[in-house]
Every structure is written in C-alpha cells, then in structure tokens.
C-alpha cells in the first residue's frame, strides 16, 4: 500500500528565511514523488516530481526538493520565502509499476510567511 | 496552453438527489483520476481510468459511478446524495508513457458540491 506523512500541519517561518516542508513515504517498489500547492478554493498546482536520476529537484518558484531513499524522505525546500508561498502544501506518491497510475497525498501542510 | 475543465464549477443538490460531475483532461492524455476533497481535509483517491478502463479504485462510495468515454472526457455520477459528500471534488489527467516518461497528473479547478 502506498502512504504519504506530512508531520506538520502548519510551519511558520519569516519572510526572506529559508522553508522546509517534509514529506516521508512508503510504497513498494521505487516511487514517483511530487509536491502540489493549493491556494483558497483552487485546484491543485503542480511544484516538482522525483522520478529518477538526481536526487535534488528543481520546480516552479524556486522550490527543491531532495529525495532521499535510505530516509524515504521528499522534504520541500526553499532558500527564500514569500509571503506569496503562504498556501496549503501537498506531498504526493505513485508507484511506478505500470496498470497501477493512483496518486496518494498526504494530509498537507499549511504554510505561513510572516511579513 | 490547455488545461482540465470541469464543469459545473458549483453545484446544489439535495439529499436524495442525483449529481453529475464532467472532467474534460488536457488534449492527448489518456488517463483520468477523480478526487474528493473535504473541508481542511487532503484529496482523497477515487478512482482512476486509463485508456477508458478502470485502472484503479479508492474509497469511492456504491452510490458513485464513474466512466470514460470515447473521446476520454470522464463523468462521475452520484446517486442517492448524503450531506456528507459536500466536498470539492476534483479530476487530474496525465499521459502515461512509461520508463519514467509520465507526465506528473494535471489537476482541474474542482467542482464545488454542496448537499442540502
């Protein structure tokens, strides 16, 4: 069975500080990983995905991600925070096994950027 | 650049009622997903289509059904509405192409259910 854990449900941090939102996973067989944001009664918008090769990924809006096998970790980060990125944050997981395309999310982290 | 419609945007039905939700996916995408999303909840897996079959199913309710058409558009239908499946409920598509070649899925702006 796929899972997806976002410990926190919301993380502060000042604006200009560097952000991290964590995400840990568990799904037999090698991942695919995202991270979505949402923002007030929007759908969801896709950052970045791991699906293979370099281990730190690059998305929209400056965000990474470094994904980190041995720790089954996802953490999204940024140098810098906007208060702009305050919004809702969703980690996701597929498995790779074709037949089998669900995406499962986590319970998401609200984030605030204080001015 | 084209993305996922869903139509109606809002809708108001009342218990006991019939609601049909449509999912329009982006050009050339073959797979489908439909999410249900609770006030302050994560988006919960429905079900999902792949080349017009079902491809996976989650916690979706006897009282949902779902297909894909020919020209792919997908239709969620509810019968027999509960107050309880007030929620926002979303499509995604992505195009699946394999060895790692995916597209990530591509979410619409969600149809916003209200059970009276």
């Known amino acids: 069975a796929q899972s997806v854990a976002q410990p926190e449900d919301q993380v502060n941090v000042a604006e200009g500080n560097p952000l991290t939102v964590k995400c840990t996973y568990s799904v037999s067989g090698n991942p695919y990983l995202f991270w979505y944001v949402q923002y007030p009664n929007r759908g969801l918008q896709f950052l970045l995905k791991y699906i293979t090769g370099d281990n730190l990924v690059k998305g929209s809006y400056g965000f990474e991600a470094e994904f980190n096998k041995s720790q089954t970790s996802f953490h999204l980060k940024k140098p810098s925070a906007l208060v702009s990125d305050s919004a809702l944050y969703f980690c996701?997981?597929?498995?790779?096994?074709?037949?089998?395309?669900?995406?499962?999310f986590g319970t998401g982290t609200r984030l605030k950027v204080l001015a | 650049a084209a993305g996922v419609i869903q139509s109606p945007r809002h809708l108001i039905k009342e218990k006991r009622e019939t609601a049909t939700l449509k999912c329009y996916p982006i050009?050339?995408?073959?797979?489908v997903y439909w999410y249900q999303q609770g006030p302050g909840q994560d988006p919960q897996f429905l079900i999902s289509?792949?080349?017009?079959?079902?491809?996976d199913k989650g916690s979706i309710p006897d009282r949902f059904s779902a297909q894909q058409f020919s020209d792919y558009h997908s239709e969620l239908n509810m019968s027999s509405l509960e107050l309880g499946d007030s929620a926002l409920y979303f499509c995604?598509?992505?195009?699946?192409?394999?060895?790692?070649?995916?597209?990530?899925?591509?979410f619409g702006q969600g149809t916003r259910l209200t059970v009276v």
């Open positions: 995604a598509s992505s195009l699946i192409v394999g060895t790692g070649r995916d597209t990530e899925a591509f």
């Open positions: 289509f792949y080349e017009k079959m079902q491809s």
């Open positions: 996701a997981v597929r498995r790779s096994t074709s037949g089998t395309y669900k995406y499962i």
């Open positions: 050009p050339r995408h073959d797979t």
